[in-house]
């Protein structure tokens, strides 16, 4: 894909704060290494990234489609807020046919579906289409799609944010066939589309979505297991240096190494918290290190939550039963409030009135949700650190 004239496909040297907004392209630092990563992956098969909410996803795409190599083509969207798959093919159809009008061709056997139906206008679909005719016109979709991606020898990566909100909206709101159907569709789709790709993103676990589904309505497939997943990692002490510098020039403040490297602590290498310290920091007259500590604990309470902790809390509420919401509260109370390191054993043990096979479910449904991860050896802890402070602080540990 071409680069737009009026972006540098270089980092910038410097640039103002902008936490929680959109950021151009070459605003995106520290995530270079990773992005190549991500286009060697994509070569073959495509890709799940998986993070909490802010770690960065959506600005590593909007870097990715940046910097795709020669030979491929990315079509971004967001699919948060969408209702049904109806609408989610409506929206296809126009990203779709909006990147083959850039080859002066149309998605003729999309539309020729859609003449039958009696469907002329593309913004109608989502109210016109019934039944299982999303699952046609992708299908017809596709088809018009590898025709022409061959002709141009072009591969096409989809990127589709938020797909695990989608799901979720679809599983919450009484339409869970829908969901099992289109996760089906879609593998089906890049089994037999040799040049699709897509890169799919979300802020809670596949896993958890696709237990949900066999739990509650009996679904048995794998529809991920041709998706490399990656959980999207906090920036490396490089990366989180060079952020910082970026944005610290950009005030005209000196590069103190000090500073630099409390900030590098603090943030623990979460490029949104850099965001939002470096913003608040910057507007004290004299910005000091000693400031960073005290300037996070104020971002983390209320009133007001820049940081989404609460989150964190109301998550478990929407995602889990009323049981297991109440025991994920215990297990993420034992490892907040243990002096020592727990491994999963240890946590079992501290919770000897629970049996010790739902624990253990539950342990690995917060991990797969990021609120824990396990350390090399083995050992639970808080995936962010400041998130175990708040846990600490608003369950009164
Ligand atoms: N690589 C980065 N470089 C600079 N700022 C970043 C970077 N990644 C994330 N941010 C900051 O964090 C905010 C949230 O990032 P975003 O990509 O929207 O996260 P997610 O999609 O995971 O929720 C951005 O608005 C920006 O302030
Ligand atoms: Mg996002």
């Known amino acids: ?79 948060e807020g969408l209702e049904s798959t109806s609408e989610f093919a409506q929206v296809l159809l126009e990203d779709i046919e909006q990147l083959l009008s850039t080859w002066k061709t149309k998605a003729l056997r999309a539309r020729e579906f859609l003449a039958k139906l009696g469907v002329v206008e593309l913004h109608k679909i989502k109210l016109e289409l019934r039944g299982v005719g999303w699952k046609r016109l992708l299908e017809r979709l596709f088809d018009d799609l590898e025709e022409q991606l061959e002709q141009h ?49 979300g802020s809670i676990g596949f896993g958890e979505l ?16 041709d998706v490399a997943q990656r959980s999207v990692p906090l920036l490396q002490a490089g990366g989180a240096e060079a952020l910082i510098c970026a944005l610290l020039r950009h005030a005209d403040q000196a590069l103190e190494p000090a500073f630099i490297n409390e900030l590098v602590q603090v943030s623990e290498g979460h490029p949104f918290v850099i965001q939002l310290l470096v913003d608040r920091v910057l507007q004290q007259l004299v910005p000091s290190r000693v400031d960073l500590r005290a300037c996070l604990a104020t971002l983390m309470t209320p009133p007001g939550d820049p ?91």
């Open 1 to 79: 894909m071409s680069i737009p004239e009026d972006v540098d496909p270089l980092p910038a040297r410097s640039m103002q704060p902008n936490p929680g907004g959109a950021l151009r392209p070459d605003h995106v630092l520290g995530r270079d290494q990773l992005i190549a990563d991500y286009w060697r992956t994509l070569q073959v098969q495509s890709l799940a990234l998986l993070a909490p909410r802010r770690i960065g996803k959506t600005s590593i795409m909007v870097r990715m489609e940046l910097l795709a190599p020669e030979g491929f083509v990315v079509v971004r969207r967001n699919l």
């Open 153 to 201: 020898d072009q591969t096409l990566v989809l990127m589709w944010d938020e797909v695990t909100l989608f799901i979720a909206q679809l599983i919450n709101s009484g339409q869970a066939g829908d969901a099992m159907l289109l996760l089906d569709v879609l593998r089906a789709i890049r089994q037999s589309h040799p040049r699709v790709r897509m890169v799919l993103t």
């Open 210 to 225: 696709l237990r949900r589904l066999r739990r509650e309505h009996g679904y048995r497939n794998r529809p991920l297991n």
């Open 307 to 397: 940081l989404d902790l609460n989150h964190y809390l109301d998550r478990l509420e929407r995602e889990l039963d009323n049981q297991a919401a109440a025991l994920a509260r215990v297990v993420l109370d034992t490892v907040a409030a243990s002096p020592d390191s727990l491994d999963r054993a240890g946590v079992c043990a501290a919770l000897p009135g629970h049996p010790r096979d739902r624990v253990l479910a539950t342990i690995r449904i917060l991990e797969d949700d990021f609120y824990l991860r396990r350390n090399q050896h083995e050992q639970l802890e808080f995936m962010l650190q400041f998130v175990r402070r708040f846990w600490i602080a608003e369950r009164g540990l």
